[in-house]
């Protein structure tokens, strides 16, 4: 896991504002090498369309050895689909469609690495009530973990990792 990053719109708040935190990371490694047309394509012949990705994304705050969760994504899946592509202006014909975790419309990538980064890098936004952290300095940080299945061209795996803490203040 790379980039894993926790920004706030701000360094400073008052009690009446909401604190935005954006988080987001991507997955880099053999996972994101291997989702190629040419390893669709071997996929589809071997009836193995469809790769699943679950992840999960916390941010919490720290008080001393304590920590409280601020918010949390407690499980998320996206799904890549290869099919069968009549579309002249793709380059291949095995592609991959990205069906995002919110249910939404399968989203067809124009290219191969807008397809890695939509399918491999996640980011999320979490909103707090000031007045719920309260007065004072407050440190913030985020952990993730993603996790994938065993498919014909790749094997089970999962990683992790953890933001470097934010600090802000609440007046």
Not at 21 to 35: H, N, T, Y
Not at 129 to 138: E, F, P, T
Not at 152 to 164: L, M, W
Request: with cysteine.
């Amino acid at each position: 896991m790379r980039d894993c990053k926790l920004q706030t719109d701000k360094m400073g708040y008052s009690l009446d504002e909401k604190v935005l935190a954006r988080f987001s990371f991507k997955i880099v490694g053999g996972l994101r090498e291997a989702f190629h047309p040419d390893v669709w394509t071997v996929a589809w012949e071997d009836y193995d369309k469809i790769l699943r990705l679950t992840y999960r994304m916390k941010v919490a705050k720290h008080t001393g050895l304590a920590t409280k969760s601020l918010g949390e994504v407690r499980k998320a899946v996206r799904r890549a689909s290869f099919y069968w592509s009549r579309d002249p202006d793709l380059p291949y014909r095995i592609w991959a469609m990205i069906i995002p975790e919110d249910g939404g419309a399968p989203i067809i990538p124009q290219n191969v690495e807008d397809a890695k980064t939509k399918m491999f890098d996640v980011a999320q936004a979490f909103e707090v009530d000031a007045a719920k952290l309260g007065g004072g300095r407050h440190v913030l940080s985020g952990d993730a973990e993603a996790k994938w299945g065993r498919r014909s061209f790749i094997e089970k795996g999962n990683v992790s990792g953890k933001t470097d803490s934010v600090t802000i203040t609440i007046e």
